[in-house]
């Protein structure tokens, strides 16, 4: 079993993709304006999506 992730995705509120990292186990956000973001994490059995707020 794998622990970390195929692939992550960072979505801005307007859909646009603003981030993606493969192969894993965290994101830095840090350089993103504050926001609501949809992050999509992909592993090799399904795909999880999350809001986040970052402040």
């Known amino acids: 079993m794998n622990n970390g992730f195929s692939k992550i ?4 509120p307007i859909g646009q993709l603003v981030l993606e990292k493969t192969a894993t186990t965290e994101i830095d956000i840090a350089h993103l304006a ?3 973001y949809l992050v999509k ?4 059995e ?3 999506v999350i809001k986040v ?3």
Do not use: R
Not at 9 to 12: A, G, N, R
Not at 41 to 44: E, N, P, Q, T
């Open 46 to 48: 399904k795909v999880t």
């Open 34 to 36: 504050n926001g609501i």
């Open 41 to 44: 994490v992909f592993d090799s």
């Open 53 to 55: 707020m970052k402040e």
């Open 9 to 12: 995705q960072v979505y801005s």
